[in-house]
């Protein structure tokens, strides 16, 4: 059965602005990133797969492998091969970029415009792919990832859900079908 992490909150989801990261807080994920980076192709491969067969109506956006239901052929597939580097490089300009919140509003701006008005993705997919690189980065890089650096990375993640959200509302999202299985 497929777990859906967001569904059910409501608009107190995104009413209450998370609190920015500390200096601190932004060099742990720099340098945890740093680490992370070095792995971005097979990271991203790994993100993108644990997502689709843990939550198989995400796929659903994709037409070239909305129908493949192997991880092994979803590995395989160019096409998801060149969507992880595309979601690694966004991660990577946002942890470049975390000292300059014009850089990151602009790229998280992008990227919510993208898919609300483009691939029409509902904002809750946000945060079920956040959960997910939390737990891919957990998992493959526990010595890097601690406790402190994911708590660190839950709130980069927050922050980047609660934009993207209020990017979505700026364009005037409404959610085109309730349901997303």
Known sequence: M???QGEGEGEADHLEHPSPLTDREKVMIQDSWAKVYQNCDDVGVAILIRLFVNFPSSKQFFSQFQHIEEAEELERSTQLRKHAGRVMNAINTLVESLDNSDKVASVLKLVGKAHALRHKVDPVYFKILSGVILEVLGEEFPEVVTPEVAAAW??????VCWNIRAVYEEVGWTKVSSSTG
């Open 154 to 159: 839950t709130k980069l993640l927050d922050v």
């Open 2 to 4: 497929e777990r859906m």
